[in-house]
């Protein structure tokens, strides 16, 4: 039995490499050096799952009541590569089974189309196709397809059935297509619908060496990337795994926009969904935590007109509780501070969600962030975005025009401050 394990973390652990997942010490723990020919499955790309809302919220959901007879194309940027991979589908906020008649994967090329040389059908158990209960998730088999890090996939699905779009990833900065009948093999889906969102896909693994380390980025919009070129992958994520790449280091995207700490509407809260899209992703060594400013500019604006004020005692609570739940799975978590957004949404019918109060609460939590010690390490995003002639507000250069969201520029620069240092303690 490893050190440090109970038999109920070894009867788990026991549980887990059946499925090719093996047991790694925490960075905490002394351990040999692997054997080099000892693998595992390790997260190589994710979106987080959201349910669905209905048309009285503020906002959209850009996506279609249900899918019938037809076949959803996604592209995905993974940040890990390997020999062989499996693909994650998710039922989480569904109250049906969902029926997935056909899934594939293939090499991505430009639009919708795919390099028919790499194609390969996804199967669940041997099966063609897979059945999901509500709440669940399901993953593949192995598909023997080497792939190299950064390198783009094109997942497809074939629902034959209606089948509502009940799990779904909004503003995912990425088009996917809409196609009718089951077009899972077709090279191209020229002329499909375009989806400017994701539905049932959470995520990638690749077949990696053990031990691989992986950093989850957790947070909201500008985790998520709003603000960044569409198509382009350029949130900060993004720019951090081609920076981590070349180190054999994975990350994935955890962020959703208009995530709370507290709050649901735009996903779960925070600390619900933490274990899920956090601590149970394989390989996660370090988490990075920006998240807040929507528990902020919420209440008493479009978006939360009924919510009461969020106080700073009451956000950094919900830290406290996020950094000891990952703490006791020996997980590295890096603590960031909000970022300006003086004028966010100006003219707009969420103008609310700033306020100079609001502002107060923010830098009184980014002092706490700062000074608490609750966190592994700390990166101070505010000072980095900020305009130091005037503090409350984005740098100009790193703005995306809305005030809240930093451009291009500004997540290569969120990116380049999450050195090895803060991001592994070395």
Avoid: C
């Avoid at 994650?88 to 029926?99: A, C, E, I, K, M």
């Avoid at 951090?240 to 996903?267: C, E, F, T, Y």
């Avoid at 969020?310 to 978590?333: F, S």
């Amino acid at each position: 039995m490893p050190p440090a394990m109970n038999r109920r973390s070894f009867v788990r652990t026991a549980s887990l490499a059946a499925t090719g997942l093996v047991w790694r010490p925490s960075p905490t723990q002394a351990a040999a050096p692997a054997p080099a020919t000892e693998s595992s499955w390790v997260s190589s790309w994710f979106a987080s799952p959201q349910p669905s809302w209905d048309a009285a919220f503020v906002l959209p959901t850009g996506m279609p009541a249900q899918v019938a007879d037809q076949t959803l194309r996604e592209t995905v940027k993974i940040s890990l590569g390997g020999k062989r991979l499996r693909v994650l589908l998710s039922n989480r906020y569904g109250t049906q089974p969902l029926v997935v008649g056909a899934a594939r994967v293939a090499r991505a090329r430009a639009g919708a189309a795919i390099d028919p040389a790499s194609d390969r059908a996804l199967r669940f158990g041997g099966q063609p196709g897979v059945t999901i209960a509500p709440g669940a998730q399901a993953i593949s088999d192995p598909v023997d397809l080497p792939v190299a890090a950064l390198s783009e996939l094109a997942i497809s699905t074939y629902f034959p059935q209606p089948t509502p779009v009940a799990t779904f990833h909004w503003g995912a900065q990425q088009t996917a297509a809409l196609a009718p009948g089951d077009a899972t093999g077709a090279p191209d889906l020229a002329g499909a619908a375009a989806l400017h969102g994701r539905a049932f896909l959470a995520g990638v693994w690749v077949e990696n060496a053990a031990g691989t380390p992986v950093v989850v980025a957790f947070g909201d919009s500008l985790t998520d990337g709003n603000g960044s070129t569409p198509g382009a992958n350029r949130r900060w994520p993004d720019f951090l795994a081609r920076r981590l790449a070349p180190q054999g280091v994975g990350v994935v995207n955890a962020g959703i926009s208009g995530a709370r700490v507290w709050g649901d509407k735009m996903g779960a809260n925070a600390m619900a969904r933490f274990d899920a899209d956090v601590l149970s992703q394989p390989g996660v060594r370090t988490v990075v935590l920006l998240m807040g400013i929507n528990d902020i500019g919420w209440p008493d604006s479009g978006f939360a007109p009924g919510d009461a004020p969020m106080t700073a005692a009451r956000l950094t609570e919900g830290y406290r509780q996020l950094a000891e739940a990952a703490r006791a799975r020996h997980v590295r978590i890096v603590g960031a501070t909000i970022a300006p957004y003086e004028g966010s949404l100006h003219g707009t019918p969420l103008a609310g969600h700033y306020s100079p109060a609001k502002d107060a609460v923010r830098r009184e939590v980014n002092r706490w962030i700062r000074r608490s010690g609750v966190f592994d390490a700390v990166v101070d995003m505010d000072a980095v975005l900020r305009d130091p002639s005037h503090p409350a507000r984005l740098l100009p250069a790193y703005d995306s025009g809305d005030h809240l969201h930093p451009g291009d520029a500004g997540y290569q620069a969120m990116a380049q401050a999450l050195d090895d240092g803060t991001l592994f303690g070395r």
